[in-house]
T-cell receptor, first 114, second 114 residues
């Protein structure tokens, strides 16, 4: 069966510091991978998605970036965090060809920028 | 513009009572439709989905949803709510041809009172 992991679970970082969040999927090959941000009281905002290694699509211009160094690894990064980057970050995966029509979410990372 | 609306931010129901959560969408053509549930501090879990066919779809945990094309709605229902159903519920849509681009509603938080 497939599982998705995210770490860290929680993170407190000062403004201006770098960020690296990691997501890995087990039990499947060539998944579609997604990063979402959920701000308090708001729905989920799609940040990035990837259909393969090195293929990243950005949905929202911001100071975040994403990379996919391995087939089942998806990393969300920032060089300098802003206060507005605080939120709950969720990684998701779906089967090739399914797109976003059936997504499976990880447990999330709670990021607080101070 | 394409949008997904969940008009109820917060709903309180008594345990054992029936539940209906509303979702309306605005898209040029009928999109793929989903309901997800999120427990506090957790990722999202898919409850059910509608792609085509029978307009009444059954999901997990005793939930069902009805697609009404004339009203551009996809409301979630449960005949008898359990205390464990307390969570936040998100409606989501994926447009035809835009398989990677999912739009979530802002969510409805469900409180269940004994």
């Amino acid at each position: 069966s497939q599982t998705i992991h995210q770490w860290p679970a929680t993170l407190v970082q000062p403004v201006g510091s770098p960020l690296s969040l990691e997501c890995t999927v087990e039990g499947t090959s060539n998944p579609n991978l997604y990063w979402y941000r959920q701000a308090a009281g708001r729905g989920l905002q799609l940040l990035f998605y990837s259909v393969g290694i090195g293929q990243i699509s950005s949905e929202v211009p911001q100071n975040l970036s994403a990379s996919r160094p391995q087939d089942r690894q998806f990393i969300l990064s920032s060089k300098k965090l802003l206060l507005s980057d605080s939120g709950f970050y969720l990684c998701a995966w779906s089967l090739p060809g399914q797109g976003a029509r059936e997504q499976y979410f990880g447990p999330g990372t709670r990021l607080t920028v101070t | 513009a394409q949008s997904v609306t969940q008009p109820d931010i917060h709903i309180t129901v008594s345990e054992g009572a029936s539940l209906e959560l509303r979702c309306n969408y605005s898209y040029g053509a009928t999109p793929y439709l989903f309901w997800y549930v999120q427990s506090p501090g957790q990722g999202l879990q898919l409850l059910l989905k509608y792609f085509s066919g029978d307009t009444l779809v059954q999901g997990i945990k005793g939930f069902e949803a009805e697609f009404k094309r004339s009203q551009s709605s996809f409301n979630l229902r449960k005949p008898s709510v359990h205390w464990s159903d307390a969570a936040e519920y998100f409606c989501a849509v994926v447009p035809w041809g835009g398989y990677q681009k999912v739009t979530f509603g802002t969510g409805t938080k469900l409180q269940v009172i004994p």
